[in-house]
């Protein structure tokens, strides 16, 4: 072995040498021995035999030098005939690829479980099965505790599509799931994993670092007894994609069940998992399948049925279109999509009345309005009744409580914000693609379940009569019950209807489709909710569903800008600490200086108490106290002051733990703040049809005490205690927290 190896050394060091030499030789034998042509063609001839020897001619005799062949690394592939075949395939890493085979590196598994749940089984289901795995974890040192998530509180860049790689250690994705004939947060998350595969711009398998992954389903079979009438339809819909995602790293067949069989059968899935688990931590992988393993749906190739362990078995050869060079450039195409025609399936309803989202909803006070639309009475209307205390919107614009209306068109979102009281309770959607109610059924609609819910307070104690004689008569609705108002496709004629009966209008939109918001006709006054100043902000704390949600953002700033002299407009500050409010104020004083609102509301959170709230990750640690509240808007004030916007600080609600800042050139008179509106000069001016602005119906003179400093409690009310009884009204300002019973 030696020798052959010294002598390959001589070969690649003396090889150009030999050669000429060699050809020198044949040369002088040509010229000078003709007569021994035929055996000089002899020996040429015997070198293009593939022996691994060189024939030198020395004068003598003739000497054979032994070579050894030295051969390629890989077979040359044949060149065949035709034009170039362009095949696009993945690269092993090089540390792989080099001759020496390495062993397999050692990692611990850390299970990962996911689930969705709108009535609360599936929570059940995912917490039996965390405990579980958690004692299963303690007993194997190579299986590390492992986590629970609530799809809807997740962000789905984070973890479905650049997951957390920790050394030493892989996830292996455990989902829980229901399917429902509705659109719900689980409807956002399919069509998350569909856009994240067809996004060019992200990696074909973003989940290949992953372990593996498997997929447990829960259904109806009384409601859907078979998959074509829609059991566990939107399971196997996840574990479609996830095979795509994670590069057909199913470890487990998705499994269903169902709803009254789902403990045992969760059992029987985990007993599966926990040994899947084993043999990955023992580094024995996911081990070999037949053809076809993880392969996001079946097949209905023949080689299936047969046995495909045998590798002498011809494979089948595919027929290829003219066209076929150019599709092979991504892999293998899916189904088409046909863009010119609309589904044939009509569309669904947004809450239909047998949803478990209608049951949460109307359980939370809501009167639900044919498909998509809702109603709620205020707790600012009832204690407006009472006489114990009026909204913010009263001691700013001088809305009476008791006769607004509190409604939204649409309960659907495009944002998920942490502080949302609805986590989980309200549809989420970045497209409209439910049915559409028209805006004769909502207007009609929102007023009957807001008078309703007025007569339902008539036998409450306490409840003033003059107060409640006037609710019957709806003088100011607050689009901002829910949702997305501007969401709605007929938004401006609902709005048109408010107005013809002289009901004024407040619209809350969250920034984010800036296409309905540039079409959006006069409203009353216009608020753009602002809950952070920096993108990554943004996505913390709002959890848009939109990709480019920074982009929507700022397009909504610029729309904001170019309404300002037509209407009043208001930036809609929540304060979370832990969230936003230790961002930077000239970042909140930039967005200020590009959009240019009339107003700028800035409020601390308020804490609902829910479940759901602090599964988003809120707590009443994260409730600002007042003195902060007033601590961040006069540092804004003062950086707004800096950049000469000309702003100041106007009035104050502390018991909502709110404070208003106005623009001083617009609002601010010789004799103090006019934040209050001239709501029957608003009327008139719609009504004159000609173009009017923000100017044109400027009221009263704000009244003193609710100018910042003063509290903002309305003296006519009696302010009372959580027992109900009256308590003085202090003049110092509340160091009290918001919460919301």
């Not at 160091?735 to 019973?741: A, L, N, P, S, W």
Request: hydrophobic fraction near 35%; charged fraction near 25%.
């Amino acid at each position: 072995m030696e020798l052959l190896t010294e002598l390959l050394a001589i070969w690649h060091s003396h090889r150009i040498e030999l050669l000429v030499l060699t050809g020198l030789v044949l040369a002088y034998f040509r010229i000078h021995h003709v007569s021994k042509h035929e055996h000089v063609a002899s020996i040429a001839d015997t070198k293009t035999k593939d022996t691994g020897a060189m024939f030198v001619r020395t004068g003598s005799k003739d000497r054979v030098y032994g070579l050894p062949l030295v051969r390629p690394k890989t077979a040359a592939r044949q060149k065949s005939e035709g034009p170039k075949r362009v095949t696009g395939g993945r690269k092993s890493s090089p540390h792989k690829s080099k001759g020496t085979v390495q062993e397999p590196e050692d990692y611990q598994i850390e299970p990962v479980i996911y689930y969705f749940s709108l009535g609360g089984s599936t929570t059940k289901l995912a917490e039996a099965l965390f405990n579980q795995l958690s004692r299963f974890a303690t007993q194997h040192t190579t299986i590390v505790k492992p986590q629970m998530h609530n799809i809807v509180d997740v962000d789905f860049d984070n973890h479905f599509v650049s997951p957390s790689e920790a050394s030493g250690i892989q996830q292996f994705y455990m989902i829980l799931l229901p399917t429902y004939n509705i659109d719900s947060e689980l409807t956002t998350f399919i069509d998350s994993l569909t856009e994240t595969h067809n996004d060019f711009r992200i990696d074909t398998a973003p989940l290949s670092g992953l372990a593996g992954y498997s997929v447990f389903g829960i259904g109806d079979k009384e409601g859907w007894p078979t998959e074509a009438d829609g059991f566990c339809t939107q399971a196997k819909e996840v574990d479609k994609w996830m095979a795509r995602l994670t590069g057909k790293k199913r470890a487990y067949p998705v499994s269903t069940s169902d709803v009254k069989e789902a403990e045992a059968t969760v059992t029987t899935w985990q007993r599966g998992i926990e040994e899947v688990i084993l043999n990955l931590s023992s580094n024995q992988g996911l081990g070999e399948g037949v053809t076809g393993s993880g392969d996001p749906v079946e097949s209905d190739d023949s080689d299936l049925e047969g046995d495909d362990s045998d590798p002498s078995r011809p494979k089948k050869r595919k027929r290829h279109s003219p066209t076929a060079d150019l599709e092979d450039l991504r892999g293998p195409a899916d189904l088409e999509t046909d863009f010119t025609t609309t589904p044939s399936s009509k569309p669904k309803e947004m809450v239909p009345t047998t949803s478990p989202t209608y049951t949460a909803l109307t359980k939370q006070g809501y009167t639900i309005v044919g498909s998509h639309s809702g109603v709620k009475l205020c707790r600012w209307t009832k204690s407006a009744l009472r006489g114990r205390g009026s909204c913010y919107k009263y001691s700013f614009y001088g809305i009476a409580s008791h006769r607004c209306m509190e409604s939204t068109p649409s309960l659907s979102c495009s944002n998920k914000c942490v502080f949302c009281w609805r986590h989980g309770t309200n549809p989420v959607s970045t497209t409209w693609r439910w049915t559409v109610d028209s805006p004769d059924l909502v207007f009609a609609g929102i007023k009957e379940g807001h008078y309703r819910k007025i007569k339902m307070m008539r036998g409450v104690p306490g409840v003033r009569a003059e107060r409640f004689s006037e609710a019957l008569q709806i003088r100011h609705c607050a689009l901002s019950l829910v949702g997305e108002p501007i969401f709605y496709p007929h938004i401006n004629a609902l709005l048109g209807m408010l107005h013809s009966e002289r009901i004024s209008t407040f619209l809350v939109c969250n920034a984010q489709h800036p296409d309905q918001l540039a079409a959006l006709s006069h409203v009353t006054q216009l608020y753009v909710s602002i809950d952070a100043a920096t993108k990554e902000g943004l996505k913390k704390i709002d959890r848009p569903l939109h990709r480019d949600y920074w982009e929507r953002f700022l397009r909504c700033m610029d729309i904001l800008r170019e309404k300002r002299d037509m209407q009043r407009t208001v930036f809609r500050l929540t304060l979370v600490k832990g969230f936003n409010i230790e961002e930077e104020v000239g970042g909140y004083a930039d967005l200020v200086e590009r959009a240019r609102p009339g107003f700028i509301e800035v409020k601390g959170v308020t804490y609902c108490g829910t479940s759901t709230s602090a599964a988003a990750g809120l707590t009443m640690q994260n409730v600002p106290f007042y003195e902060e509240v007033c601590a961040f808007v006069e540092a804004l004030d003062g950086e707004l002051q800096r950049k000469g916007l000309g702003y100041g600080v106007a009035a104050e609600h502390a018991h909502s733990c709110c404070i208003l800042m106005g623009e001083r050139r617009r609002f601010e008179k010789e004799d103090g703040w006019h934040t209050l509106i001239d709501y029957e000069s608003f009327f008139d001016c719609l009504e004159s049809g000609r173009e009017f602005g923000p100017e044109d119906y400027v009221g009263e003179k704000t009244p003193e005490w609710a100018l910042y400093g003063n509290g903002g409690f309305d003296p006519r009310d009696v302010r009372v205690d959580r027992k109900g009884r009256p308590k003085e009204v202090e003049a110092e300002r509340e160091t009290g927290k918001v919460v919301e019973i």
